[in-house]
């Protein structure tokens, strides 16, 4: 895939496009890689995560604030927001990885994630960088109950249904893909009395579970 359809889904166009090559670059590929740019965009990450969240919910306890910024900078999280960028498609991977279904792995794809974020720093520094993150986390940040930050996304869609006496969820899975050493799963959520269908995919059915049910939140309170 051509790298300007990432650059417009992420909202920077790069300088220098070989901080952009190599924040693509997974280890098995080659060198230079996006290790060291993975660990610059994870400070970056948790940094610009934690004041919005430090500004958005002003009420919050800093043990409450800790444990929202973990949900939002876990690997689930940023593996689908990875998907939604079509990521994998752009990934430089060995053939081993390749082969054995790397692009669509949360775990590369969420350190690629990282990686970009860190390379949009060096290239334009910290305020793009933070309009990047913002943007990227703002369906998770929509989603959050801030009466409820402790709660997992399927407790908290529950809880949201029963509230407004409806009933609650339906998930079903629609496709397992990669072999059995690294599957993944895609499941729907379905609201039906509120017409909303989301989709979630993760390295178990669970993961995938929870983070449709965090889609269907966010889109309840659109």
């Given amino acids: 895939m051509k790298p300007e359809r990432l650059e417009a889904a992420l909202g920077h166009v790069f300088g220098r496009q070989d901080l952009l090559r190599q924040a693509l670059t997974h280890r098995s590929f080659g060198v230079p890689n996006n290790e060291r740019l993975e660990f610059l965009g994870d400070s970056v990450l948790n940094c610009v995560v934690a004041a919005a969240l430090h500004g958005r919910f002003p009420a919050l306890r800093e043990g409450e604030l800790s444990r929202l910024r973990a949900s939002l900078v876990r690997q689930e999280t940023l593996a689908?927001?990875?998907?939604?960028?079509?990521?994998?498609?752009?990934?430089?991977?060995?053939e081993g990885e390749l082969k054995s279904g790397g692009a669509q792995r949360?775990?590369?794809?969420?350190?690629?994630?990282?990686?970009?974020?860190?390379a949009i720093y060096l290239d334009a520094g910290f305020d793009p960088a933070r309009a990047v993150v913002e943007r990227l986390c703002e369906p998770a940040m929509a989603a959050i109950d801030p009466a409820a930050p402790g709660k997992d996304p399927k407790t908290a869609l529950q809880e949201i249904l029963q509230g407004r006496h409806l009933p609650l969820p339906r998930y079903s899975l629609l496709a397992t893909r990669g072999e059995a050493h690294a599957q993944e799963f895609e499941m729907e959520c379905v609201v039906q009395e509120l017409g909303i269908r989301s989709t979630g995919v993760g390295g178990s059915r669970r993961i995938a579970e929870q983070q449709a049910a965090q889609r269907a939140i966010a889109a309840i309170k659109q």
């Fill in 106 to 118: 949360p775990s590369i794809l969420a350190d690629a994630v990282e990686a970009l974020i860190g």
């Fill in 80 to 94: 689908g927001i990875a998907r939604q960028l079509d990521l994998g498609g752009f990934l430089r991977l060995g």
